[in-house]
């Protein structure tokens, strides 16, 4: 959402990475879905239960730096949320654990990259790393 409405004099790059973000997010998504159906699984795509089974709360902010305020929050909680469910895989399943800590690397990425434009666009971090 943020890739689409992000506005102002320094929204380019910003949108770029929201875009990119969210490219890479659908890229998870389609390996969790593959590895559920390998797994034997039938992949939930409901959506009257995806805002429930989210790690994180649906938000936009009103500004530019507001916006990517959000996205640092959201990716900080992805990180968490996928460390957690490497250790919970462990050596049960090596490979769904691999794919999270590979994602878990995405994740990191991403967070670096928000935590980057807010020191860039308002000049100091909103929270220590």
Same mark, same amino acid.
């Given at each position: 959402?943020? =890739?689409?409405?992000?506005?102002? %004099?320094?929204?380019?790059?910003?949108?770029?990475?929201?875009?990119?973000?969210? &490219?890479?997010?659908?890229?998870?998504?389609?390996?969790?879905?593959?590895? /559920?159906?390998? *797994?034997?699984?039938?992949?939930?795509?409901?959506?009257? #239960?995806? +805002?429930?089974?989210? +790690?994180?709360?649906?938000?936009? #902010?009103? @500004?530019? !730096?507001? $916006? /990517?305020?959000?996205? *640092? %929050?959201?990716?900080? %909680?992805? !990180?968490?949320?996928?460390?957690?469910? =490497?250790?919970?895989?462990?050596?049960?399943?090596?490979? @769904? &654990?691999?794919?999270?800590?590979? %994602?878990?690397? !995405?994740?990191?990425?991403?967070?670096?990259?928000?935590?980057?434009?807010?020191? =860039?666009?308002? #000049?100091?971090? $909103?929270? @220590? &790393?």
């Amino acid at each position: 959402m943020h =890739a689409v409405s992000a506005a102002g %004099i320094s929204s380019d790059s910003v949108k770029a990475e929201f875009a990119e973000h969210a &490219k890479e997010e659908q890229e998870h998504m389609m390996a969790v879905v593959a590895r /559920i159906t390998q *797994l034997g699984g039938e992949p939930n795509f409901n959506p009257e #239960g995806l +805002a429930s089974r989210s +790690a994180s709360q649906y938000s936009t #902010g009103p @500004t530019l !730096v507001d $916006m /990517i305020k959000e996205n *640092l %929050i959201a990716e900080r %909680i992805a !990180v968490e949320h996928y460390r957690e469910l =490497a250790r919970y895989f462990g050596e049960d399943d090596p490979t @769904t &654990k691999r794919m999270m800590e590979w %994602i878990l690397s !995405v994740e990191e990425e991403h967070a670096d990259d928000m935590h980057d434009l807010l020191v =860039a666009h308002e #000049g100091k971090p $909103m929270l @220590t &790393k």
